[in-house]
């Protein structure tokens, strides 16, 4: 069963800091493109950063760039997220996905809808 687990959510002030946490199981990690998402009530899913291999360098939307940090463990089967100078707009349920990279191409994309293996999420709540 192919699966992914999300934990370190939490509330924590503005300007304040999280790291979350995204645990794979029942595949190879190495082969896999993560992607980070979040979505706030009444609003869209949206991508926040993306890395398709160990090697490769992430991709950040606009809104986060500089803030927050991707990052991969294929050994330990799993990838983060370490947000910093968090702000109340980044408030939202965060999401981590995975789609199948056996070309272990460098390149990854903040679309939803290219990731077929989604976690159940953690809540991020940023307020003072």
């Known amino acids: 069963q192919l699966q992914l687990v999300e934990s370190g959510g939490g509330l924590v002030q503005p300007g304040g800091s999280l790291r979350l946490s995204c645990a794979a199981s029942?595949?190879?990690?190495?082969?896999?493109?993560i992607g980070w998402f979040r979505q706030a009530p009444g609003k869209e899913r949206e991508g926040v950063s993306c890395i398709s291999t160990s090697n490769s360098r992430p991709t950040y939307a606009g809104s986060v760039k500089g803030r927050f940090t991707i990052s991969r463990d294929d050994a330990k089967r799993m990838v983060y997220l370490e947000m910093n100078s968090l702000k109340p707009e980044d408030t939202a349920n965060y999401y981590c996905a995975a789609v199948p990279n056996p070309s272990m191409s460098r390149i990854c994309v903040l679309f939803p809808r290219e990731y077929n293996i989604w976690g159940q999420g953690t809540q991020v709540t940023v307020s003072s």
């Open positions: 029942g595949f190879t990690l190495e082969y896999y493109a």
